[in-house]
């Protein structure tokens, strides 16, 4: 990666107080599943949509309450993930290497951890129920969604408008949004997963 540079743990974590620390993780787990009926798929991996459109891997900053890389790691995971987490946990033995930037001058940590498919698949599912869902992940909530159409205009993804009773915010690509039901407001709702997957449904 241009302007960053590979390190050793040990010289990493002996970087001065100006430094930060972000720790990241790749899950996987072995998937028997077949694409199209006919090519091995061999691993199932878990990424994020991220705040800003990019897909990454569920981790974040290490900070001065955290006792350890991992204790910060498993912190962040369990905030963006969701309770499915909290069955594993990532180790020191799942860390795999540290690279650094100049500006700003962050350290990161990845890590690798290989879990059960049903474990991927619990992770995955509850995380649209995690504390951080659609704020530190996610694309970023529209402050001044689209005015509500007629009922009966039906949710979904590209939709120039949706509803009364539906909320809405900017998805990753331009003029596409996601869509949840709300039975009252959307402040303090969470997410439930939806049925089809393209739009979830809210509880106040």
Not at 138 to 167: H, I
């Amino acid at each position: 990666m241009a302007g960053m540079r590979r390190l050793e743990l040990s010289e990493a974590l002996h970087l001065g107080p100006g430094w930060r620390h972000a720790c990241h993780a790749l899950l996987y787990a072995p998937d028997p599943g077949l694409l199209f009926g006919r090519i091995p798929l061999r691993y199932a991996v878990l990424m994020q949509m991220r705040f800003d459109g990019r897909l990454g891997f569920p981790g974040g900053f290490v900070d001065l309450r955290d006792g350890s890389l991992e204790d910060g790691l498993n912190r962040e995971l369990g905030e963006e993930l969701g309770e499915a987490a909290g069955a594993f946990r990532v180790e020191r033995a799942d860390y795999r290497s540290s690279h650094a930037g100049s500006r700003p001058r962050v350290v990161a940590h990845f890590y690798t951890k290989l879990l059960t498919l049903e474990q991927l698949t619990a992770v995955e599912m509850g995380a649209p129920r995690a504390r951080d869902h659609g704020l530190e992940v996610g694309p970023a909530q529209d402050p001044t969604p689209p005015p509500p159409a007629p009922e009966g205009a039906g949710p979904g993804a590209g939709a120039p408008v949706y509803p009364a009773g539906w909320c809405g915010r900017p998805a990753c690509l331009p003029g596409e949004y996601l869509y949840w039901k709300c039975t009252g407001t959307a402040a303090g709702s969470r997410p439930e997963p939806g049925t089809a997957g393209t739009w979830l449904f809210c509880t106040p």
